[in-house]
């Protein structure tokens, strides 16, 4: 069983992944981690994120990185973005992300292209999704040092570079269900992912 979890950042995709995953009983990956791992490696090396050699260099990054808590910074958000924007990138860690998709016993994870290009394949997919004020209220309420403007300004900026770039770009699947979290509470996002998810499972042949 693979669930794919797709969705904008500060949507609430990650909580209903890792939510997802202890209800079903499977492993969950952030996909987003390897970015940022990827981000923060470059950042670290000196190197320039939009540059595509300095970018695909990061991309041997250690699997101990994946632990490190500068990856959950809100720094190395916008990194993951501009380095996911190459094709080089994406491509040296597809293999990755679909290895741990087809484990035995089955695995979600979460992401911008897991039900479009890691695994189309997918027996359920959800694409989360909240409008941007929402989203950065949520960010704002774990990041109070840094204005709500500026936020809502930088998660505008990166729904566009993940929108338009042109290697495997943030959308919906087309069968994949949409759930907007933006009325909803964590509980209540959660049941509803349940919900979508189990009407999948159901469905299947």
Known sequence: MIIAVDGPAASGKGT???????????HHLDTGLLYRAVGVMVSRNGGNP????????????????????ELRSEEAGPLASRVSRHPGVRAALLERQRAFAGQPGGA?????????????????????TASVDVRARRRHAEL?????ESIAAEIAARDKRDSERADAPLRQADDADLLDTSDL??????????????????ARP
């Open 108 to 128: 979600v994870l979460d992401g911008r292209d897991i039900g479009t290009v890691i695994a189309p394949d997918a027996d359920a997919k959800l694409f989360v």
């Open 50 to 69: 939009d540059d595509p050699d300095d970018a695909l260099a990061a991309c041997d990054f250690p699997d101990e990185l994946l632990h490190d808590m």
């Open 144 to 148: 109070a040092a840094t204005s709500l």
């Open 185 to 202: 509470s964590i509980g209540a996002a959660v049941q509803r992912a349940i919900a979508l998810v189990d009407a999948r499972l159901q």
């Open 16 to 26: 209903i992944a890792r939510a997802l995953a202890a209800h079903y009983g499977v």
